[in-house]
């Protein structure tokens, strides 16, 4: 079964800095990944996802995250964060021919003035 | 486009009432249906899953149950209802398996008294 590693917890970044959220998946085949994001009291939205192809995927609000197979990574970085990218973000992945997405547990993003 | 609706957005219950919380999708047909669940200050647990009318594969052992008695409705259920039964609740839908995203609603947030 798959499952993803976020390693930290809580984030806390100054306004206009850059921005790298760490996300570490275990599958034994190529997997299917996905990035979400989640303001507080609301739902989960999609921010990107990697299928196949080109290893650096772009998505919604400026974010991009890049596929390394030899690491089974899939960081997601921004290069400057605005105060309302404050919010909670969730890497997941499934296997193929799977209905089930596994999350990580997630990262708390804070943005300082 | 596709839209999902959950209700209600919140929800306060004493200890040992029943629940029903409802979840519908509109402009998509046949799809994949999930309830999660998210207690405080934590990931995204699986409750349960339906790939069609009247199947549903639970995930977690506990008092609660789904239906699906439509396409696109799917209920979580509970006869009786505990403190840890508090968390917020999320429904979400995809179509086909595994490289499909899956979108979510926006929740409800459930207290037990």
């Known amino acids: 079964a798959q499952s993803v590693t976020q390693p930290d917890i809580h984030i806390t970044v100054s306004e206009g800095a850059s921005l790298e959220l760490r996300c570490n998946y275990s599958y034994g085949a190529t997997p299917y990944l996905f990035w979400y994001v989640q303001s507080p009291g609301q739902g989960l939205q999609l921010l990107l996802k990697?299928?196949?192809?080109?290893?650096l995927v772009q998505g919604i609000k400026g974010f991009e995250a890049e596929f390394k197979r030899s690491q089974s990574s899939f960081n997601l970085r921004k290069p400057s964060v605005h105060w309302s990218d404050a919010a909670e973000y969730f890497c997941?992945?499934?296997?193929?021919?799977?209905?089930?997405?596994?999350f990580g547990a997630g990262t708390t993003v804070t943005v300082r003035a | 486009s596709q839209t999902i609706h959950q209700w209600p957005a919140t929800l306060v219950q004493p200890v040992g009432s029943p629940l029903s919380l409802e979840c519908t999708v509109e402009?998509?047909?046949?799809?994949?249906l999930y309830w999660y669940r998210q207690a405080a200050g934590r990931g995204l647990q699986l409750l349960f899953y339906s790939v069609g009318i009247g199947q549903i594969s639970s995930e977690v052992p506990q008092n609660l149950s789904a239906s699906r008695p439509q396409d696109r409705q799917f209920i979580l259920s509970s006869k009786k209802l505990l403190l840890s039964d508090s968390g917020f609740y999320l429904c979400?839908?995809?179509?086909?398996?595994?490289?499909?995203?899956?979108?979510f609603g926006d929740g409800t947030r459930l207290s037990i008294l």
């Open positions: 997941a992945v499934v296997g193929s021919n799977d209905y089930k997405l596994s």
């Open positions: 402009g998509t047909s046949n799809p994949n």
């Open positions: 990697y299928f196949s192809g080109d290893t």
């Open positions: 979400a839908w995809s179509i086909g398996v595994s490289n499909q995203p899956q979108h």
